[in-house]
């Protein structure tokens, strides 16, 4: 099977490996390069026909600046100390689980009735797992890298289906490897008492 890589392609994949990688050793850098990654996604993804996905770039750029300034603050006003990293807790996963199963199937029915997507209910399930991914990653939180694979797993398939075989390729491997290494490493640090612990295990320095 073949097919043709555009610079979009290139350029999307290549922004995402270096964005995980960022995001793995805990460096601030990983937002902006991930904004240059959702902008090239726009693109690749409105010309594939993934217009949930397509949309979901934009809300990305705005979690991306709120996640930003998150890592550096704290997350509180006036703080300049680096966010720790932590578990999920119950609450934020009843939250995120009610918002996703609403947000799904809102998307799902508005991509069916207002789109010609052919995948209506899998484009908006990779949306809602990316969203409370995201949420996850900007909070620094362990279970984000699952939410992660969990989207990547139903990503695979729908993006051969809509023929992004490069997707399934090295580049696409190497952040899903990082992610897994990762979520060991800061697992283990969490039930050791040491949040930080993971980047001297191998996980990365802070920013």
């Known amino acids: 099977m073949s097919w043709t890589m555009s610079w979009t392609e290139v350029l999307g994949f290549a922004t995402g490996a270096l964005c995980v990688w960022l995001v793995a050793r805990q460096h601030v850098a990983n937002w902006p390069i991930g904004i240059a990654n959702n902008v090239f996604f726009i693109v690749l993804f409105a010309q594939s026909g993934l217009y949930a996905d397509a949309g979901l770039q934009i809300v990305f750029i705005a979690l991306a600046a709120y996640g930003w300034w998150s890592w550096t603050h704290g997350g509180g006003p006036g703080s300049t100390e680096a966010l720790p990293v932590r578990r999920t807790t119950r609450t934020e996963w009843a939250a995120l689980a009610a918002a996703g199963a609403v947000g799904v199937l809102g998307l799902t029915l508005l991509l069916d009735a207002a789109t010609d997507s052919t995948v209506p209910f899998w484009d908006a399930l990779t949306t809602g ?14 279970e984000s890298w699952w939410l992660w694979i969990a989207a990547d797993l139903v990503y695979v398939p729908l993006y051969a289906y809509k023929g992004l075989y490069p997707d399934l390729g090295p580049v696409r491997r190497l952040p899903r490897a990082l992610r897994r290494r990762t979520a060991r490493l800061a697992a283990r640090a969490a039930r050791a008492g040491d949040p930080y612990r993971w980047c001297a295990d191998g996980g990365g320095a802070r920013a």
């Open 129 to 142: 797992l990316s969203l409370a991914a995201t949420y996850g990653q900007c909070r620094k939180l362990v």
